[in-house]
């Protein structure tokens, strides 16, 4: 998303843009190391953060689901009566190892191979709090020893699920619907949460398409975590040559959040980003 804007902005300013990834934490310690300006974060500053100086600003809201294999053994159960936060815990930290106990009647036999992150992920970090829940996060340390595989990046860990039919893991939801189409068309399919035990009701029934999950996002339908606020932040205060963009992204740049994949932020987030940023920008 950083990029698009980015690219859109170029067009009607003398700035110019190198934006690389790597996660949450590659980019905070590259931002304290003097060697880029602004960081992307999938996630709010830690407190030992702020106290040495970062500075940040949400931009977007951003979208995790669980996900399998279109070819999962019980994929027709997970699809029309969904899976609770409980069982997903269970799954991702072992108590649950096979798909025949997730749903006895289905007479399967299958063990369940679970796929994690290897890298800094900010959207692993919020997977791990969903799972545990309130006040009970799993850390990605925890999460990392319980996988079958770990691997850098959304991109490998969709390859690797679509080339598993018994694996089950967490992407964004643009790893999970066709980027142009916003439909269900790749290898992996999301989870739907029955969020009370009793199955998925109408309301809980948006995971056909890109849009429908989206709005559920926006509604507050779909829990946040995993659904998460995306950040900016600088190091002590926004360079003056930053600012403007910054600024553009928490105005006129809205507008292109939700044709790319996300949600936008509310008037009251998006308030907030830019006093944030009109206190901490350098003169």
């Known amino acids: 998303m950083v990029q698009v804007w980015a690219d859109i902005y170029a067009k009607q300013s003398d700035l110019a843009f190198d934006i690389s990834g790597g996660g949450t934490g590659v980019g905070v310690s590259d931002l304290f190391n003097e060697q880029v300006d602004v960081a992307m974060m999938g996630r709010e500053p830690f407190e030992e953060e702020r106290e040495r100086g970062l500075v940040a600003v949400p931009m977007l809201i951003d979208t995790v689901v669980g996900t399998v294999n279109k070819n999962n053994p019980v994929i027709d159960q997970i699809q029309s009566q969904g ?59 925890e999460l990392e020893g319980l996988s079958d595989g770990n691997f850098n990046g959304d991109q490998p860990v969709a390859k690797s699920l679509g080339d598993s039919e018994n694996a089950i893991a967490m992407n964004n939801v643009n790893y999970v619907y066709n980027l142009d189409t916003g439909e269900l068309d790749g290898e992996i399919r999301p989870i739907p949460l029955d969020g009370d035990g009793d199955g998925l009701s109408e309301s809980e029934s948006f995971y056909q398409t890109r849009s429908e999950l989206l709005a559920a996002v926006e509604r507050g339908d779909y829990p946040a975590p995993p659904a998460r606020e995306m950040w900016l932040a600088a190091n002590e205060a926004f360079d003056a040559s930053v600012a403007p963009f910054i600024e553009w992204v928490l105005t006129d740049g809205q507008q292109y959040v939700s044709e790319n994949g996300y949600v936008p932020l509310t008037e009251d987030r998006l308030e907030d980003g830019r006093a944030t940023l009109e206190n901490n920008t350098e003169s």
């Open 83 to 141: 899976v609770t936060r409980a069982e997903l815990e269970a799954i991702f930290t072992k108590e649950i190892t096979n798909w025949g106990e997730l749903f006895p009647d289905a007479g399967v036999d299958a063990e369940i191979v679970v796929y994690g992150r290897s890298d800094a992920s900010a959207a692993y970090k919020k997977w791990g709090e969903f799972l545990g829940g309130e006040g009970n996060a799993y850390t990605q340390d």
